[in-house]
């Protein structure tokens, strides 16, 4: 089927023309193909700016570490720059380009997160900040976001409930590394497990059967 954008008649005989005023006939197939953009031509682009962002990356991670090879061995501030840059390209293919959700995405931003700026506590003499503060925080931080989550999707807020369990399983670690000395501030890490664990009762508690149905479909009781 084609149309006659001067006439605006619908032309059902096979002919690249109009029998009335002979002008050229635009095919229906042509238009729909005209509606929708590439997808491919689309991921190929990403995927390219993916893969120009990784090289250069590695390419100024090779020079750094060069420069501070030859120059101060003491302090290994280019490890400290791979470090960013690879966060960098972590946000960039998993949050920007990747196809994964938007909790799932979260979650492991902020887990990946807590890994580098331990690196950089690490890299920088090791004060211990990152597991003072960092760890505990991020998990505060889900928390927090746990609870957004669940008044912004009131209809489906149980779905939440295994992100809860995951963050009173990271929860402990902090606690492990206070009992074993490695975290002398003490105040953060209990805060955080002890507010991931009020957010799990007050969802099993306050969601009565739908909590418990849940749990159940989740772990197949």
Not at 35 to 56: D, G, I, K, Q, S
Not at 75 to 100: D, K, Q
Not at 116 to 136: A, F, H, M
Request: hydrophobic residues 55%; contains cysteine; glycine residues 6%.
């Amino acid at each position: 089927m084609s149309r006659c954008q001067n006439c605006k008649v619908e032309i059902l005989d096979d002919t690249d023309y109009c029998p009335l005023c002979k002008c050229v006939l635009e095919s229906e197939k042509e238009k729909r193909t005209a509606m929708y953009p590439n997808a491919r031509v689309v991921v190929r682009r990403f995927r390219f700016l993916e893969n120009l962002v990784l090289f250069l990356s590695i390419a100024a991670e090779s020079i750094l570490v060069l420069i501070n090879w030859w120059t101060d061995t003491h302090l290994l501030w280019s490890l400290i720059v791979g470090l960013i840059l690879l966060y960098g390209n972590v946000v960039l293919r998993l949050a920007v380009v990747g196809a994964s959700g938007y909790l799932f995405k979260s979650v492991s931003l902020t887990v990946i997160a807590i890994w580098v700026l331990w690196g950089i506590d690490y890299l920088t003499g090791y004060r211990g900040w990152s597991l003072n503060y960092v760890l505990p925080s991020g998990i505060l931080f889900l928390d927090a976001g746990i609870l957004v989550l669940m008044i912004v999707n009131r209809r489906n807020w149980q779905s939440y409930m295994m992100l809860q369990i995951f963050t009173i399983l990271l929860s402990i670690l902090p606690t492990v590394l206070l009992a074993i000395g490695k975290i002398n501030f003490p105040y953060l890490a209990i805060i955080a497990m002890a507010i991931s664990i009020l957010i799990f009762l007050g969802t099993l508690i306050l969601g009565d059967r739908r909590a418990r149905a849940e749990l159940k479909r989740r772990f197949h009781l």
